[in-house]
């Protein structure tokens, strides 16, 4: 099946720091990426989605300017944490849509905890 | 936009018992459903999956849902829980046009005891 690997599953960081995740897809092509974003005993919220070679579309209340998305290849996304603060502390996840135009299906990482000190 | 809602926050069940998880949404055109499940310490898998077609359908270790398009309902059943069943369940909802990210439900927590 399709394989999905973020890198690194845990970090932590000072505050003020930037971290950077990347999100892969190993066995197949991904013109997109969505990045979500898990609070402790929440559901998934989508942040940002991703497309290859294009600017990435971010959802509303998602400040653009310190969560870089760039999704450099079919294969590659990544998210930047900018100027990271403890309330950013938070699980990432993101998935990756095949490139065939009939699927529907998202093939999700494994997430990545991010703890800002 | 698109909303999911579960109506089961945390259910807890013996081993043997029968599970259904309730899910309904919000939307005005076609959509395909999913059910995914985060075992602890995991990450996401899907469950199964309604894109068209039987509206009842099954998916891995024994789990099956029915989409009731006039109840705008997609409810998670599995005649006999086991204990490793114990995990957080996701609903799961997108619109059936384009690459569209999915809106989760707000999550089901079950707990098996043995």
């Known amino acids: 099946g399709a394989v999905v690997s973020q890198h690194p599953s845990r970090v932590i960081c000072k505050s003020g720091t930037s971290v950077k995740i990347e999100c892969r897809s190993l066995?197949?092509?991904?013109?997109?990426m969505f990045w979500y974003r898990q609070f402790p005993k929440k559901s998934l919220m989508l942040m940002a989605t991703?497309?290859?070679?294009?600017?990435?579309?971010?959802e509303q209340g998602v400040e653009k300017d310190k969560f870089l998305i760039n999704h450099a290849s079919l294969t590659l996304s990544t998210l930047t944490v900018t100027s990271a603060h403890p309330e950013d502390s938070s699980f990432y996840i993101c998935?990756?849509?095949?490139?065939?135009?009939?699927?529907?299906?998202?093939?999700f990482g494994p997430g990545t905890r991010l703890t800002v000190t | 936009a698109q909303s999911v809602s579960q109506h089961n926050h945390h259910v807890i069940l013996s081993e043997a018992a029968s599970l259904e998880l309730g899910c309904n949404y919000s939307y005005g055109g076609t959509v395909n459903l999913f059910w995914y499940v985060q075992y602890p310490g995991q990450h996401l898998q899907l469950l199964l999956k309604y894109f068209s077609g039987d509206p009842l359908v099954k998916g891995i270790k024994g789990f099956e849902a029915e989409f009731i398009k006039s109840k705008f309902s997609f409810n998670l059943r599995k005649p006999s829980v086991q204990w490793s069943d114990t995990a957080e369940y996701f609903c799961a909802v997108t619109p059936n046009m384009g690459r569209r990210a999915l809106t989760f439900g707000s999550g089901t927590r079950l707990q098996v005891q043995p």
């Open positions: 066995d197949f092509q991904a013109t997109t």
């Open positions: 991703s497309n290859e070679g294009s600017k990435a579309t971010y």
């Open positions: 998935s990756a849509v095949p490139g065939v135009l009939s699927s529907y299906e998202q093939y």
